[in-house]
């Protein structure tokens, strides 16, 4: 079972940290990601992290902004969004697959459990 929270109101420029956290299950083989859903549009990939290795992966619309983590004494994972744009309004969804995704880790079919999803509003 997986539960995002940390959504908000956040101005550009500012910094947001959204957190995933795990339950029922050990983490070592599995890759945890976190992926986006703006109105009107398609979920997309956002940043994953291979569990077990610490590998992190981010989309190139995030690179260099945002920060994927992982707390292993507390099976949560973190997603620390800095400066975000107004375009990074999104429903914000973690996710779990039960493998180690080091080339389709942005296949949103890979995973296998889903958090409810927490919404992240950017204002200009």
């Known amino acids: 079972q997986l539960q995002a929270f940390g959504g908000g109101l956040v101005q550009a420029g500012g910094s947001l940290r959204l957190s995933c956290a795990a339950s029922?299950?050990?983490?070592?083989?599995?890759?945890l990601g976190w992926f986006r859903q703006a109105p009107g549009k398609d979920r997309e990939f956002v940043a994953a992290?291979?569990?077990?290795?610490?590998?992190?992966y981010y989309a190139d619309s995030v690179k260099g902004r945002f920060t994927i983590s992982g707390d292993y004494a507390k099976n949560t994972m973190y997603l620390e969004m800095n400066s975000p744009k107004p375009e990074d309004t999104a429903v914000y969804y973690c996710?779990?697959?039960?493998?180690?995704?080091?080339?389709?880790?942005?296949?949103?079919?890979?995973?296998?459990?889903w958090g409810q999803g927490t919404l992240v509003t950017v204002s200009s």
């Open positions: 029922g299950r050990a983490l070592s083989a599995y890759t």
């Open positions: 996710a779990a697959g039960s493998g180690l995704y080091y080339f389709d880790y942005a296949r949103e079919r890979r995973y296998d459990y």
């Open positions: 992290i291979i569990w077990s290795t610490s590998d992190a």
